[in-house]
């Protein structure tokens, strides 16, 4: 008796569900890492767009938006934007968007940054959509402090040399 194979373009179920577990599980290791230095700092390094992106990294690793340049531009890029937006509508002293309430100048400056973040990556050719989370962190006043702003830009660092390094370490089954 031979083994059946699944018909061809069917999805083999052990390698979805081994690639899936794969995936939770390298995402995992990852943000435990980026949450790990924010206790031992006391510091931000675990925030909401650093989800996106780990997940592209090891759900779609092929996918342009999931190489290491196009992470670091596309948050660099995001972060440098939103605090641009943020300091132009002048809400560097108030209180964060979450906090303070949202007002005309944040839904200004929130929607500004990710037009201009989408506009910046899409000219240079570098999308990276978990960006759009970053400028709006930033850009709503979310993490907006200049130290705050270094400790995302390490979290990227550390996430994408993390990822990379994992990609290499544990590679996906073909």
């Not at 939770?24 to 980026?34: E, H, S, T």
């Not at 675990?46 to 989800?51: D, K, Q, V």
């Not at 940054?113 to 240079?124: D, G, P």
Request: charged share 5%; with cysteine.
């Amino acid at each position: 008796m031979t083994a059946s194979r699944p018909a061809a373009g069917a999805p083999d179920r052990g390698r979805s569900t081994s690639g899936a577990i794969r995936a939770g599980l390298l995402c995992l290791v990852v943000l435990v890492l980026a949450g790990a230095v924010g206790l031992a700092t006391r510091q931000p390094w675990l925030f909401p767009s650093l989800g996106p992106t780990v997940m592209l990294f090891f759900t779609a690793p092929r996918q342009p938006s999931s190489r290491p340049l196009n992470t670091l531009v596309g948050h660099l890029v995001a972060i440098a934007v939103g605090y641009g937006c943020l300091l132009v509508f002048g809400l560097s002293s108030a209180a964060p968007a979450p906090t303070g309430g949202l007002t005309v100048p944040y839904v200004a400056a929130g929607a500004l940054s990710v037009a201009v973040t989408t506009v910046v990556l899409q000219l240079v050719r570098l999308p990276h959509p978990p960006a759009g989370a970053s400028t709006l962190i930033v850009s709503l006043g979310i993490l907006s402090a200049p130290v705050q702003l270094l400790d995302m830009v390490g979290a990227v660092l550390l996430v994408t040399a993390a990822g990379w390094a994992l990609q290499r370490l544990v590679p996906a089954r073909s």
